[in-house]
């Protein structure tokens, strides 16, 4: 058994070290056939194979267990809308919304959903949990699939493997020229689709064709387009007809010798993931396609390969491709280079969409951007992710360390870097940040209270990587998101000499130029609470323990805003971390030459103004 589980790691280590962090020894099991006597009957007594089903059964229910919705207490309503698909299933394969919701409507009025926005819930939790297909962000909100199989099985024959489709394809089909192009490079007519469905008598796929194949391009597994045939037969059967490119289906291998008379070549822009499945990259291919990215093409074929895809975009040709867990971009013209205007843009592009698509795949699938040079080939397997160049070298020359020893060359950030000096030096000028700690700690503050869920990708972008977020999520589990957002771009702070720089670069990056607007504009000063008595009067140990007792997590925001010092607050945080009420007030305590103005200016701005209306009825 070790030596089989460790067999299978090295080839996993050897073919992709990604893939080797999916298997645990403890979840492995060595099985085989239960033994039978020669009469053909199991026999009793002391089997171990038999008794490792067993193991394998207990590990399944213990994941089970571990899983978010085990154990969660549901409503009566859910358990009766999920009645209600259970019976729909028995007789369709597709249903909408509205359906389920006048199903509801005939439900007796204490069974009753009450909102339309609960129905959404129920129908994301059931599909969770393998009961039906519901992905509204696919574009298809409102559309639920009860049958899973059925829409798996739509698509698998499409996609049959050349050695089923032997067996699962009627003759014509298979010599029809319409099927040749397809096995070739994955673009799919609309009378082959019709002809493949249509070969599968009782599963309906014809009769559900439009909803079916809406659901597929909103998932990427096929995006439309209309191309003309260059057969002249097909074209005068067909002429100017619906097409669809099926990424997964496309067989042609990329020649990068095919492409050297592009040679005015740009750097290489790196998305890098901890984790990148191929879908993401087929999803990307189709979401330039739908917006309008030309694909280069000649008379015979598109430049659409099984890794590479060739677009004309922005007066430029770019080759998008993958290699591991990067996603690869480089543009080579003709003749004139890219300007860093048009890199700029198509960063901008791509990053819209890869931010996109991740955002509903997992929370976990992040990405960071680093640069291999112009002289590197796009997409090389043997380039791996420790070569790349990052994304924050300093603006003079740096020697390129991705080259061999006698091809050495320097390189500038101009030349590397896919974006423009203007996106960012109109917000800030290098040199004239204030350096005062505790006025960066305010503005970081600032930034996590208007983050959520961008978080992660901002946090890649900053190279913090995803267990070190992770961990700082869990020692901070008791505190608000914004605190827990605070905690990562403070442990950025100080790990990486952070500076605003660099944070409104990751900002933009990101589509975050609203956050940037806000710090621009922002200053202590704007948050005044108007009709203090006695403003400039110190604050006594009773309006401490006034605040004190209303505050609850707030206390570090308030802190921050009256120039505590973040490391002070983390040695009290420390120092009382069982007894949260204590912390709050040993920390109030010790802030300083804080007047009855400064204080209700603090709680002004983390919008306590409860609070102040107690403390000024107080001072009355």
Known sequence: MSKSFEKLN???RNEDPTLSQHLHKSMCFWIGIPRKSTKGVVRKGHDSNRENIEKIKESIMTVSKNLEHWGKELPISWAVMERHIKEARKSQKLLFEEDLWKLNETTFPDFQIKEKSVLDEILKFLHEVGEILFLPESGRKGFVVLDIQWFVDAFKYIITDLRHANSDLEEYIKSHEDFKMFIENGELSYHLLIKIWGSFEGKDFLKFY??????????????????????????????????????????????????????????????????????????????????????????????????????????????????????????????????????????????????????????????????????????NPRCTGADMLPNDIPRYRILCTLCPVPMKHYISKSDLSWKCESDYTQYYTPGSENHDLRDFELLLDVVASRLSSDIPMIAASLFLDQDTVDQILRDNQHYSMQEKIFQILYHWRNKHMGNRDTLYEALIDHGRV???????????????????????????????????????????????????????????????????????????????????????????????????????????
């Open 514 to 620: 609203d956050v940037i607007n806000f710090l621009e504009k922002f200053a202590r000063n704007h948050y005044k609470c108007p009709g203090v008595i006695n403003p400039n009067f110190g604050i006594t140990s009773t309006d401490i323990r006034l605040v004190s007792r209303e505050i609850s997590h707030e206390f570090t925001r308030l802190a921050r805003f009256l120039r505590t010092p973040q490391q002070k607050i983390e040695r009290i945080k420390m120092n009382f971390k069982d007894n949260v009420n204590q912390c709050i007030l040993r920390t109030l305590e010790s802030l300083q030459n804080v007047t009855r103005q400064d204080l209700c200016n603090s709680l002004v701005y983390i919008s306590r103004m409860d609070i102040t209306e107690k403390l000024l009825e107080s001072w009355t």
């Open 10 to 12: 090295e080839t996993l």
């Open 210 to 379: 439009d909803d079916l194949v809406n659901y597929m391009e909103g998932l990427g597994m096929m995006t439309n387009t209309a191309v003309l045939r260059k057969d002249i037969h097909v074209r005068a059967s067909f002429g100017m007809c619906k097409c669809w490119y099926v990424p997964s289906m496309n067989r042609r291998i990329f020649n990068y010798d095919d492409f050297k008379s592009y040679s005015a070549a740009s750097s290489i822009l790196c998305f890098k993931f901890k984790f990148l499945p191929n879908i993401i990259f087929h999803k990307l291919i189709a979401s330039c396609m739908e917006a309008e990215w030309k694909i280069l093409s000649d008379s015979q074929h598109k430049c659409l390969y099984q890794t590479v895809a060739v677009f004309y975009r922005s007066d430029c040709f770019v080759f998008v491709g993958i290699s591991k867990n990067r996603i690869e971009v480089q543009i080579r013209n003709l003749e004139e280079p890219a300007t860093r205007k048009q890199r700029s843009d198509i960063r901008t592009e791509l990053q819209k969409q890869l931010r996109r698509i991740t955002k509903n795949f997992h929370t976990d699938l992040t990405f960071n951007i680093t640069y291999k040079c112009s002289n590197t080939k796009i997409c």
